[in-house]
């Protein structure tokens, strides 16, 4: 194991084991299937060795509504992909979320606009707002296969107009309001969605930004699109283009519809998710009603021990997975909390947001942690967190220095789970789980029935050392396939080509000797200097934590035959880049990793390119250094950042 896992930082106690919903799922697994699993790595095993089983009991626990026999759970499980999952049942989505344990007068979501409007949604509120855009969608001829798109905030209107069309059948799509014109043609163009829900507006950043501008224009870009819904979340209903209707007007001829679920097979389209698309198109992963369901019921309550009444926080867009991920929360009775606008103005919101609301689990993102390091933020002292028990964290590698944050300064006796999967498995490979040790620098676990090991190049399985994150066998919410792509081409090259029959994930990664995950960063942004293969998080970890840098990226440049790591800061204001800040980054990453870390270049740009979900983009500088062309800058949230790079690279050559 790499120094950069330690040792346990938080341990569950005695009574949190007895009550966990895991703890419970393993005396059934034993009283129903006879299997002895007193812990979860035998739990682990069991659920590899005997699949059918696991998910079956998997279904059951879950409460999962749906009809006919669970007798078949898996059809050619041998193919990866080809494999079939419960072939003989049919199920609806959103009546699985809205049929939870949630009476009509309680909360189902709680929403909080950057403004610090609170809004309250009862489940009767919700469950009658989505049966009227089933109505509503049924009326405009929409059914089963057909698509319906969001163009909008995180808004309680944005998971009605989900729960609606995934009532009649129809699949999802979206993508929050921060998408230009050509980022939104891009995504749901290839898809061809007939009803778009879009708002007026949204705000970020203390501004509020229109969004009917762009709506005029996407019904021209989008000829599929038969009928644009408005949301008046600005209030912006009297600039409405023509064709349109507000909310309000959609649903009033059905206001009162009684809710109607059509059911379909296990693997009908659900979701449509899209990937950044900063190297070209974005691929249109088909993600299907039953495996999302069971996947995220798995994860919610095994590794996440969310129950009816607790109260799920995910900082996200509509245009991340986990907004998807947060939603299906519904479905084991949990209270959704919603948030949009900028998480850090002022830097304590979402902090605020958790003590005034009583949040039990809080997730957000690896860069939101250091950001609230950086910031000074301690939460232990500000603000009463006694319910919160456990901080969620994805979107890129949390830094051990992150932990070491959470423990020190927002709170001791929390469950920190690094989480790591993605929109290609709308879910997790790695994660946590409340029953336990949270260790330095790792991710608690694999997930349950998901057989991830590491490989080196060779394909070996590995164990204390740095490889590719594989998937050895079928699991539940592998995509059903890539829109428009008939005969499967694209979907093969994209995870089966470089080991035939195993899903390759796309992650430098490491299995410690605990059963823990150490995730180094992207396979494809890996460096290689004299041959030695580094992962980009390694050096992260150590620039990250001076004070004077904001941000930073770090790519491999090919010159002379060799990989020269190439560092780029972007610097707290009025800093700039002095001979005494280069020498001390490049000591101490030689400090704590090696000499091939340290970097031959350094440059000071003035913004770090990322896509509209935060992630930095190394691939897109990587292409600027080597003369290649980004071909679609317009899914970057600061397409500007580009320029720096092109003008560094001209320098340089």
């Not at 049919?90 to 309680?106: C, K, M, Q, V, W």
């Not at 950057?114 to 949604?121: K, L, P």
């Not at 204390?464 to 050895?472: I, N, Q, R, S």
Request: charged fraction near 20%.
């Amino acid at each position: 194991m790499t120094e950069e896992g330690g040792g346990i930082l938080w341990q569950p106690d005695e009574a949190r084991v007895a009550v966990a919903r895991l703890t419970e799922f393993r005396r059934r697994v034993h009283r129903n299937c006879g299997a002895e699993v007193p812990t979860q790595a035998e739990l682990f095993d069991w659920s590899l060795a005997r699949p059918e089983e696991f998910w079956r009991e998997m279904w059951r626990f879950g409460g999962v509504i749906g009809e006919g026999s669970l007798d078949t759970v898996l059809v050619d499980g041998g193919l990866m992909p080809g494999a079939r999952w419960f072939p003989d049942v049919r199920l609806n989505y959103a009546e699985n979320l809205l049929s939870a344990a949630g009476p009509d007068e309680a909360e189902a979501l709680v929403f909080r606009g950057e403004s610090g409007r609170t809004v309250r949604w009862s489940w009767g509120r919700l469950r009658g707002a989505a049966a009227a855009v089933a109505a509503a969608l049924r009326a405009d001829g929409i059914g089963p296969g057909d698509r319906v798109a969001g163009f909008l905030p995180n808004l309680p209107e944005t998971v009605a107009a989900m729960l609606g069309a995934a009532s009649v059948g129809a699949v999802w799509s979206s993508c929050s309001p921060d998408f230009g014109v050509a980022g939104v043609v891009d995504r749901f163009g290839q898809t061809g969605p007939r009803v778009l829900f879009a708002a007026d507006g949204y705000r970020y950043g203390g501004k509020e930004i229109d969004s009917l501008a762009t709506a005029r224009r996407l019904l021209t870009e989008l000829p599929s699109v038969a009928r644009l819904v408005v949301v008046p979340f600005l209030g912006r209903g009297a600039e409405l283009p023509g064709e349109a209707c507000l909310w309000d007007d959609y649903l009033a001829p059905h206001q009162g519809a009684r809710p109607v679920y059509t059911r379909l097979p296990f693997d009908h389209p659900l979701f449509i998710m899209f990937s950044s698309g900063t190297t070209g198109l974005p691929k249109c992963m088909v993600h299907g009603a039953g495996g999302t369901l069971l996947q995220h019921l798995k994860e919610h309550q095994l590794h996440c021990d969310l129950g009816a009444g607790d109260r799920l926080f995910y900082f996200t867009t509509c245009g991340w997975m986990m907004w998807n991920w947060l939603v299906s929360g519904l479905a084991s009775g949990a209270t959704l909390m919603l948030y949009d606008g900028h998480p850090l103005r002022p830097p304590t919101t979402i902090w605020d947001y958790a003590e005034q609301e009583h949040f039990d689990i809080l997730g957000a993102s690896a860069r939101w942690l250091a950001a609230g390091q950086k910031l000074g933020l301690r939460p232990r002292e500000t603000h009463d967190l006694a319910s919160l028990r456990t901080i969620l964290s994805t979107g890129s590698p949390l830094s051990p220095e992150s932990f070491d944050y959470v423990y020190r300064d927002v709170k001791p006796n929390v469950q920190l789970s690094s989480i790591s999967g993605g929109t290609d498995i709308i879910s997790c490979f790695a994660l946590g789980s409340p029953v336990l040790p949270v260790r330095r620098g790792e991710l608690q676990c694999r997930g349950l029935g998901m057989a991830v090991a590491v490989w080196d190049e060779a394909g070996q399985a590995v164990q204390g050392e740095k490889g590719e994150l594989v998937c050895t066998r079928p699991f539940p919410s592998m995509p059903t396939g890539f829109w428009n792509d008939p005969d499967g081409a694209r979907y093969h090259t994209a995870y089966f080509a470089r080991y035939p029959g195993i899903w390759c994930h796309g992650d430098f990664a490491e299995l410690t000797p605990t059963g823990g995950m150490i995730i180094h960063g992207r396979s494809d942004t890996v460096l290689n200097p004299g041959g030695v293969r580094i992962g980009t998080a390694e050096i992260y970890r150590v620039v990250e934590q001076f004070a004077e840098v904001e941000e930073s990226l770090v790519v491999g440049w090919q010159r002379d035959g060799d990989v020269v790591v190439t560092l780029f800061v972007k610097l707290a204001d009025g800093r700039s880049l002095e001979p005494a800040l280069e020498t001390s980054l490049c000591q101490r990453i030689r400090q704590e990793n090696t000499p091939r870390h340290v970097p031959g270049i350094i440059r000071q740009v003035p913004d770090i390119p990322r896509t509209i979900s935060g992630k930095i983009v190394e691939l897109a500088v990587r292409n600027i250094l080597h003369g290649q062309a980004v071909d679609n800058a317009d899914a970057l949230a600061n397409p500007e950042a580009l320029a720096a790079f092109r003008q560094i690279a001209a320098e340089l050559s």
